[in-house]
């Protein structure tokens, strides 16, 4: 199976949730020292060879957006950044593949 290989945040993400992640000021001076620009496409970080993958700060921010949006209970957004990080090795959209 290919993997799905996304090169901007704005092509994975809600645009709502987008802007909730600019409005985190970690990922805000992350995307800005990198020199992403509000209002433009956001690029999605590469790994060495090349592969796109989330920051500790995006990761956080995800998991916070997520526990806001979709969770009445009080769930703790940093066990789920850090069972998220575990499971798709800040892999975008990461799938767990079934053996057969």
């Keep these: 199976m290919a993997a799905v290989n996304f090169k ?3 092509d994975c993400v809600d ?3 987008l ?3 600019w409005r985190d000021p970690g990922v805000k001076e992350e995307w800005l020292n990198v020199g992403e620009t509000m209002g433009s496409k956001v690029h999605l970080s590469r790994d060495p060879d090349g592969q796109p993958y989330l920051t500790q700060t995006e990761m956080k921010a995800v998991a916070g957006i997520i526990v806001r949006r979709h969770f009445v209970s009080q769930i703790d957004s940093e066990m789920l950044c850090a069972i998220a990080e575990l ?3 800040r892999q975008p959209l990461a799938t767990v593949q079934q053996e057969i």
């Design 87 to 89: 499971e798709s090795g």
């Design 19 to 21: 802007e909730a992640m």
């Design 15 to 17: 645009p709502q949730d």
């Design 8 to 10: 901007y945040w704005n």
